[in-house]
């Protein structure tokens, strides 16, 4: 019977050209999103859905996230005297059980050579993989790696992926699905016969776009190998996946839900849409956010 997962890979080395000069000194894994870099929120959907071995691939310009991911006991005891109980439970990622490892790709070669490089950590286990720059919005923002999880063994697949439909002008924007015309219900596996990376709308499969988060077998790695620059000249992930399905490997599409929603920092305008989403979504500031925009809005 498989194991339980509990290793999860979270490529963050890409050099984040489009979010310059933002990212001149620091990785944009770090860029706050509300109160919190989005990195943060990467870790906490992790050690949400129970990972425990957490492995970054960074790179250079990225040891910020290495000082985000590392234990304060000072900063948390001066915060325990200071009674300072919200801030502690911002921190509190650091307090969990999950172990955090890094390996850097240096130079990064593509989000498939960046999952190349996890191959001694896997050591033969089935594992996830999210983008350490991308963002689930919803009440439990761990429930698709979960649910993700218990499909890829329920199917003991090689490959789960998540898709979120896209609108046909932005498939350039994504790896897009082919799963033979299907329209998959959200939640519910889909069986994938092809995936291409960043397809023109022209020849796009579908409008199901990969939504960065993965579910493999350690299969995944001899695909790797074999893969060639595709896209960009990078090693992509999205090539890999592809070999899988044709080879024969069982490898499904998961859609996401309407509640759950993915946001990236990949470009200003996906990063601006995410700020505004999780400071309205915010506890302790969120009231005020929307005060403000409803305001703002009669002046647009
Ligand atoms: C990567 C993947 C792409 C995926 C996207 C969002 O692209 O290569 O297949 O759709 O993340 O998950 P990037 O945004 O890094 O260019």
Known sequence: MARQITKAVVPAAGLGT????STKSQP???LPVGRKPAIQYVVEELQAAGLRQLLIITGERKRAIEDHLDADPDLVQALEQAGNEAA?????YLESEARFFF?????PKGLGHAVSLAADFVDGDDFVVVLGDSMIVSPDPAAPLREMMAAHKRLKASAIVAVETVPPEETYRYGIVDVGGAEPAPGEPVAMEDIVEKPPVETSPSTLAVAARYVFSPAIFAM???TLPGKGGEIQLTDAIR????QGEPVYAWPLAPDQ???DVGNFESYFRAF???ALADERYGYLVRKYIKAKAYEL
């Open 224 to 226: 790797l190998s074999r």
């Open 18 to 21: 489009r979010l310059l000069p």
């Open 276 to 278: 505004i989403e999780f």
């Open 28 to 30: 944009k894994e770090m």
């Open 261 to 263: 929603k993915r946001y």
């Open 243 to 246: 070999l899988l399905i044709q």
């Open 103 to 107: 390996t850097r790709q240096s130079p």
């Open 88 to 92: 502690l439970g911002d921190l509190a």
